[in-house]
């Protein structure tokens, strides 16, 4: 059974720095971070494929970012200078189908078949 497990959330001031795991099983074309907030659509924040090739959300660039070790079969998000914007509750994301690329899929939700359970992350002003 293929499982996606997110870690590492919290509260943090205003420019400080949180790193989010997420590990699991299964074969994977493109993971990412997605982010929501209640009463908001869910965003993309940051994808990676198998090649490496890493797409963010412009809200993002510059301060977060995304990595994934094979070896552990863990995908991370490094978040850096954090803003009181960036508080949500935090998920990964697995396509295993294919369905699309890196550079598309953070607009493209529905193509992730695959979701965690969600980690919460407070950014305090």
């Known amino acids: 059974q293929v499982e996606l497990v997110e870690s590492g959330g919290g509260s943090v001031q205003a420019g400080g720095s949180l790193r989010l795991s997420c590990t699991g099983s299964?074969?994977?074309?493109?993971l990412a971070w997605f982010r929501q907030v209640p009463g908001r659509e869910r965003e993309g924040v940051a994808a990676?494929?198998?090649?490496?090739?890493?797409n963010y959300a412009e809200s993002v660039k510059g301060r977060f970012t995304i990595s994934l070790d094979k070896s552990k079969k863990t995908l991370y998000l490094q978040m850096d200078s954090l803003k009181p914007e960036d508080t949500a509750t935090y998920y990964c994301?697995?396509?295993?189908?294919?369905?699309?690329?890196?550079?598309?899929?953070?607009?493209?939700?529905?193509?992730?078949?695959?979701w965690g359970q969600g980690t919460q992350v407070i950014v305090s002003s």
């Open positions: 994301a697995g396509d295993s189908k294919g369905w699309a690329s890196a550079m598309e899929a953070l607009s493209v939700p529905h193509i992730f078949n695959y």
């Open positions: 299964g074969s994977w074309y493109i």
């Open positions: 990676i494929d198998n090649d490496g090739v890493t």
